[in-house]
DNA sequence: CCCATGCGTTCCTCATTATGGAACGCCATT
DNA sequence: AATGGCGTTCCATAATGAGGAACGCATGGG
């Protein structure tokens, strides 16, 4: 690890989680750097575009390089392109708003979603991060990696009660994910937020691996569990034909 | 500059023209550097995210990183949500597709589109950079900057016959800026891309600055000048209507 | 009105740290 | 089985990034 480089790159982060905007001193204070240490590293980001100053404030900001750097992730990331009509179907048939995730580390991050009421997406979710153990569609992707890994995910989890109904230990998520390998769909029942609750299903890329999931989102009234069995058939149909044009076999 | 920290920032623009992934070795002869250090950069890279293998390649990509980033740039850049309405408005009533692009250098960026044909938006044309003298909204911003400024950035374009009709040269484009002023709307006359015709028109923030610019964009057919009689007061309108949402006094 | 404070910026010296080369191991190709 | 090309690891060296001090500027309080 290269430690300019670190640095610069944690700076990123402190921008991300201060998108209003921070100083020099602030920053070389979060980094535990020199004053002109930190005062270097942003000027190395902003040759490149990935800080910059607004109008005459004196605090930097993310910059525009990643609304360019996105352009360009997002359009080879061909899941997105393949995923799409199928979603849009999904989303059409439910009512309800479609969620397409991605595994990422410890989490899952949300790469594309639908709503069929409005073209507002500005605002949507798309790029958040979200926990594995209380989604609908992580809990999909835990259940069906492969055990070595599924365990290795599961034992870092730092769980957290987001709401009441949320699953808080290890033996509990366990038995559910076997259910969920079981029934090849799972739930979010109000886990991770109150009032809300999911189905997700996963989606196998060519390697056969769990890597994407699919989720159906909406308010406790309208996703009763008659509404659901409705529901579970389209989301496990849809995430069995996405798998397919991504090139899993069976 | 941080020697370091630039050549990390050069692999991320390696990778973003080189989309299909790059190995260790490729990346070194670029940048000129011993395959080690290479090597040692992406490592820094990877941690954060920045970029990844996918799968059992070798090669590296831009990470997925960029869509979280992405995430907290768009949702902090408020002329967004402030545009939305207007250019959706714009977008029915002209029934073509309306461009947000903002100033970023020597260039336009793309940051927002809406099109009222369809909701396929993943491979729009959000987070493309564009040149400033073929563009509709290129000139709009051009034409209303201050003059030093404007100077500073002409002086600087690098003239491409991108089609017949391109503007190629600086005295064509004085010309050309001097009646968007007075007019206070811009053409591209198929300039940039054969059969197609675009009219902008420049958004001035808080400070009076032409920051933003908006375009209305079609097929020739559908952008005669009997209609564009039509479109041109509803796109200066929006404009005029943007510009004052975003605090600019007259 | 002036001084104190806190900020961003610049400069220069020192030793930390990134660098490049060499050597290794792995895989695919012949 | 041998070769070439790749990614990876290690290590000594000196290049380069770090930190401190000093400056200039703006702001606000005495």
Same mark, same amino acid.
Do not use: W
């Given at each position: 690890?290269?430690?300019?480089?670190?640095?610069? $790159?944690?700076?990123?982060?402190?921008?991300?989680?201060?998108?209003?905007?921070?100083?020099?001193?602030?920053?070389?204070?979060?980094?535990?750097?020199?004053?002109? #240490?930190?005062? @270097?590293?942003?000027?190395?980001?902003?040759?490149?575009?990935?800080?910059?100053?607004?109008?005459?404030?004196?605090?930097?900001?993310?910059?525009?390089?990643?609304?360019?750097?996105?352009?360009?992730?997002?359009?080879?990331?061909?899941?997105?392109?393949?995923?799409? =009509?199928?979603?849009?179907?999904?989303?059409?048939?439910?009512?309800?708003?479609?969620? $397409?995730?991605?595994?990422?580390?410890?989490?899952?991050?949300?790469? *594309?979603?639908?709503?069929?009421?409005?073209?507002?997406?500005?605002?949507?979710?798309?790029?958040? @991060?979200?926990?594995?153990?209380?989604?609908?569609?992580?809990?999909?992707?835990?259940?069906?990696?492969?055990?070595?890994?599924?365990?290795?995910?599961?034992?870092?989890?730092?769980?957290?009660?987001?709401?009441?109904?949320?699953?808080?230990?290890?033996?509990?998520?366990?038995?559910?994910? &076997? #259910?969920?390998?079981?029934?090849?769909?799972?739930?979010?029942?109000?886990?991770?937020?109150?009032?809300?609750?999911?189905?997700?299903?996963?989606?196998?890329?060519?390697?056969?691996?769990?890597?994407? &999931?699919?989720?159906?989102?909406? =308010?406790?009234?309208?996703?009763? *569990?008659?509404?659901?069995?409705?529901?579970?058939?389209?989301?496990?149909?849809?995430?069995?034909?996405?798998?397919?044009?991504?090139?899993?076999?069976?």
């Amino acid at each position: 690890m290269i430690q300019s480089v670190d640095r610069a $790159l944690q700076i990123l982060e402190f921008l991300r989680k201060n998108p209003r905007g921070l100083g020099v001193t602030e920053i070389s204070i979060s980094l535990q750097v020199a004053k002109s #240490t930190a005062h @270097r590293l942003l000027m190395s980001l902003e040759e490149h575009g990935y800080v910059q100053k607004f109008g005459r404030e004196s605090t930097y900001r993310l910059g525009l390089k990643f609304i360019e750097m996105n352009y360009t992730v997002t359009k080879n990331l061909n899941v997105l392109e393949i995923a799409r =009509p199928f979603i849009e179907s999904l989303s059409k048939e439910t009512g309800e708003i479609v969620h $397409l995730v991605t595994l990422e580390g410890q989490e899952i991050i949300y790469i *594309d979603k639908v709503e069929n009421s409005s073209t507002i997406r500005i605002y949507s979710q798309i790029g958040r @991060r979200g926990p594995l153990y209380c989604t609908a569609v992580g809990k999909s992707i835990l259940a069906f990696l492969d055990e070595r890994e599924a365990k290795k995910l599961v034992d870092k989890i730092e769980f957290a009660r987001l709401t009441d109904y949320t699953l808080v230990n290890r033996e509990a998520l366990a038995t559910e994910l &076997a #259910t969920i390998k079981k029934d090849k769909y799972s739930y979010d029942n109000q886990e991770h937020e109150m009032g809300i609750r999911c189905v997700g299903a996963p989606i196998f890329d060519h390697n056969g691996r769990p890597q994407y &999931a699919l989720s159906v989102t909406g =308010p406790l009234d309208r996703m009763s *569990d008659e509404i659901l069995q409705h529901h579970i058939p389209l989301l496990k149909d849809t995430a069995k034909k996405i798998s397919r044009s991504l090139g899993y076999i069976n």
